[in-house]
């Protein structure tokens, strides 16, 4: 199991000596150095599987700046399919050999910043590093060290770059995505009021289309937080552009005006604008501009999901599972109380793929993961992290928690009823199976087992691999080294 993307130390003793950054690392693949790497405090770990997700990962990262080092990318052999067929021991004809050079260059164009290196397997395979646009190349025992000197080999750097200048931001063009409909209600429509925070209507100023778009700063910020109040803000500032009164409507009805504009977004309603006075001609193309904005939130909450999704369990993956966790004991600290991790490993999944096929595999993590959210609490996430790796963070938020709750109390016969619905539960791609399947675990306490997500991983890893180790389908607790399920 991995380390977090960001762990929020705390302590109620004096704090353990850490390094003031981190440098980001993503591994992309399975390899053995996700393992060593976590174990450095001066690293930030993130782990992916497929190239796919790496791109998704890596525009999550924060930039390069005074405060967040450059993030370096290693590429293992089997990442993607065209990787697993490169080198000179491989003849398939589908093969294409550009497939590297694209994959690096999609990551550069997205992060400028960002150095990429390839993993291999014997030292003369570093020459693939540069043939195929990587920065460098290392091998499978590479530390921190080893992977900063092969990315930066003929230079010397500094691990922290001068932050970028800001750039003015442009206006959002049209997603190519289909907004839900707004919902027709038979009661007369409201119009939505402008933000709360927007200010006066000045007096009546040059029409939207010249108008230089200098107070978009409001929407962003609605998008990126997938913030409903984005119309609000949307009349405000139109408001403050127009010198006008706006009103925007979600449906037509008596209270519309007849003058008003529709607004629509490749084909789909989503509502109504009106706008009085002298600027009330630019209705249309406020309308189009407003449209750009609800189409850019919609795409932006679709790709938040996916981003925080497994698309094959329908779990939450690594990325939820860290920003969660963090989440999580930063509201245990402020309130002083208690959540828990638990790890789990599906026992011998290689055989049950090896024997049954990945199609089997597949289906046995679908269910497990349906098994696991029909035994926890509202409350609770599912979250798979990378294989056969699962994780539940048993939590209840301080502002739904009952004051006579007792957080832990419940976990124990959580785990108790998953572990027999487990061992009763059919398979049926495994019916020829020697056995029931079985799950092995490490259940860790926050702040008993860890004062933070990295104490609380490492330890709930340990206690995952001593239960492998006294003959698996077991539990072990952290809290008392004696508890086993």
Request: glycine share 6%; proline share 11%.
């Amino acid at each position: 199991m991995d380390a977090p993307l960001t762990d929020h130390h705390h302590s109620q003793g004096p704090a353990p000596s850490e390094p003031a950054l981190r440098v980001p690392v993503l591994v992309v693949g399975r390899c053995a150095m996700a393992r060593q790497l976590r174990k450095e405090p001066a690293v930030a770990l993130y782990r992916v599987e497929s190239a796919a997700d790496a791109l998704g990962e890596l525009a999550h990262i924060p930039p390069a700046s005074a405060q967040s080092p450059t993030p370096i990318v290693v590429i293992a052999p089997g990442a993607v399919p065209e990787l697993a067929t490169s080198g000179p021991d491989h003849a398939d004809p589908d093969h294409d050999p550009d497939a590297e050079r694209r994959l690096v260059d999609a990551m550069r164009r997205l992060r400028p910043d960002v150095r990429v290196l390839r993993l291999v397997d014997h030292p003369r395979g570093s020459d693939d590093g540069r043939r195929f646009g990587y920065d460098g190349a290392v091998l499978p025992g590479a530390g921190l060290d080893q992977l900063e000197a092969a990315s930066w080999p003929d230079e010397a750097h500094s691990a922290v770059p001068a932050p970028a200048p800001e750039l003015p931001l442009p206006a959002p063009r049209a997603p190519a995505t289909h907004p839900a409909p707004a919902p027709h209600h038979a009661q007369a429509p409201q119009p939505v009021p402008p933000a709360a925070q927007a200010h006066p209507a000045p007096p009546p100023q040059s029409p939207l289309g010249a108008h230089a778009i200098t107070d978009d700063r409001s929407l962003v910020d609605a998008v990126l937080a997938g913030s409903e109040d984005l119309p609000a803000h949307a009349v405000g500032v139109l408001q403050r552009r127009l010198g006008s009164t706006v009103h925007f409507f979600t449906a037509r009805g008596p209270g519309v005006p007849a003058d008003a504009a529709e607004v629509v977004h490749e084909g789909r309603p989503l509502g109504w604008l009106s706008i009085d006075g002298a600027a009330q001609p630019h209705a249309a193309r406020a309308a189009e501009w407003l449209a750009a904005w609800l189409g850019l939130a919609q795409r932006h909450a679709e790709l938040r999901s996916h981003a925080m999704t497994d698309p094959l369990t329908g779990a939450f993956n690594r990325r939820f599972f860290e920003h969660y966790l963090a989440d999580a004991l930063e509201d245990c600290r402020k309130s002083r109380t208690a959540c828990a991790v638990l790890l789990l490993d599906i026992d011998n999944f290689k055989f049950f793929n090896d024997r049954f096929g990945h199609a089997a595999g597949d289906a046995i993590l679908r269910e497990v993961v349906k098994l696991l959210r029909s035994v926890i609490r509202t409350s609770d996430r599912v979250c798979r992290l990378g294989g056969d790796e699962l994780a539940v963070i048993f939590y209840e938020p301080s502002s739904q928690r009952r004051a006579s709750a007792k957080p832990l109390s419940s976990i124990v016969p959580i785990v108790q009823r998953f572990q027999r619905q487990i061992q009763s539960h059919r398979f049926p791609k495994l019916e020829s199976a020697p056995g029931p399947l079985s799950l092995s675990g490490g259940l860790v306490t926050y702040p008993w087992d860890g004062r933070d997500a990295r104490e609380l991983l490492n330890r709930a890893d340990e206690l995952l691999l001593e239960g492998k180790r006294e003959g698996k389908n077991r539990v072990k607790f952290g809290r008392d080294d004696d508890a086993t399920l």
